[in-house]
């Protein structure tokens, strides 16, 4: 876990750096012959009942990727600021805190993931205001995953990045989930989980 927050530190593409595995940023967003931005199209919001029917449905699979070793790397620092990018007040974290570590240190990883589900069509926003002494509200301490859901606004409490890989695997339509290491696990058991994160609690 520890080297993840590093290479989110440091701004690295965390799967790239280890296994190679992912598509590089070029290949995501390549610089020649993609629309210009005032044109390209919204994305469609997938249909998540489809998708959840779907992976409850099929067997999990057999085949999982074990993924790729990587070796733990020393966290150079006991601290990380975090700007705050409502406010623009800075924060001191603690990198670890009661032994783990402070979102704050892998807050680009977080931002790019939502990102990447907003261009899989999810309207999702990731709420920082817990990371940062002046937004902060009394009692947060985690980051937030927004959103709406049949037309009511919902939040969930975010618990680590897997939270986000998970919902990528669900949107994208697939039956497993990379964490990390690239290490496969099937998507099944983590329904209730996504149901929670996108609100779809009835
Ligand atoms: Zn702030």
Redesign the pocket.
């Given at each position: 876990m520890r080297n993840e927050l590093l290479l989110a530190a440091l701004g690295l593409s965390s799967l790239t750096s280890c296994t190679g595995r992912e598509p590089t940023a070029a290949e995501d967003h390549p610089a020649q012959g993609a629309p210009p931005k005032a044109v390209a199209p919204q994305p469609t919001a997938p249909d998540l009942q489809a998708l959840l029917k779907r992976v409850a449905e099929q067997p999990e699979p057999e085949r999982l990727s074990p993924g790729a070793m990587c070796y733990a790397v020393a966290l150079p620092f006991d601290r990380t600021d975090y700007v705050?990018p409502?406010?623009g007040?800075k924060t001191i974290h603690a990198t670890l805190r009661a032994g783990r570590e402070s979102p704050s240190v892998s807050i680009r990883a977080y931002r790019e993931s939502v990102h990447k589900l907003n261009q899989l069509g999810l309207a999702l926003r990731l709420d920082e205001?817990a990371l940062?002494s002046?937004?902060k509200k009394e009692g947060a301490d985690a980051l937030v995953l927004e959103g709406s859901y049949q037309g009511r606004p919902t939040r969930c409490a975010l618990r680590d990045l897997d939270d986000l890989r998970k919902l990528q695997a669900f949107v994208e339509g697939r039956l497993a989930w990379k964490d990390f290491f690239a290490r496969e696990h099937p998507l099944k058991p983590e329904l209730p989980r996504i149901r929670e994160l996108l609100g779809m609690t009835e």
């Open positions: 705050c409502t406010c007040a205001s940062c002046a937004c």
